[in-house]
């Protein structure tokens, strides 16, 4: 479903979704149970004004939009649906003026819960990780 629907599915995540085209979300890497995204630096992601850093809830919701992205790369309907039970964010170096770059992989997926890994990089440094629990809903339609 993914090779077919791309360049939709493309549009839909970076232009669509008022959160990701407000960041400037750029999607690199959409396949199976695996995302990669990059997000531009902007002013008004900023969280440390005395360092010009980027804001640690920007980069949690960044992540959790690719752990969400990488869920719904195994939607069988524009009507399954996915939201975000827990997440976990560890932030192991500041994040600087520069682009993210951030990467999902589904660890488990059952039959209504989602577990992803994500993983935050700037200029190929790992600077933050975490792990997102989702409630996944496919929306059977075969019966109807």
Not at 90 to 104: F, N, R, T
Request: aromatic share 6%.
């Amino acid at each position: 479903m993914i090779e077919k629907n791309i360049e939709f599915i493309k549009k839909t995540i970076e232009e669509k979704i008022p959160i990701h085209k407000f960041l400037g979300l750029e999607l690199l890497v959409l396949e199976k149970g695996f995302v990669k995204v990059s997000v531009p630096f902007r002013d008004e992601v900023v969280g440390d004004i005395r360092r010009n850093r980027w804001h640690g809830g920007i980069i949690a919701t960044i992540m959790d939009s690719v752990g969400g992205i990488a869920g719904g790369t195994h939607f069988t309907s524009l009507k399954d649906k996915l939201a975000t039970i827990d997440l976990r964010i560890d932030y192991l170096k500041g994040a600087e003026a520069l682009p993210i770059i951030v990467e999902g992989k589904i660890v488990r997926l059952g039959n209504r819960i989602l577990v992803t890994k994500m993983k935050a990089f700037q200029k190929n440094e790992l600077i933050a990780e975490g792990k997102g629990v989702y409630n996944f809903i496919r929306i059977d339609n075969s019966d109807k």
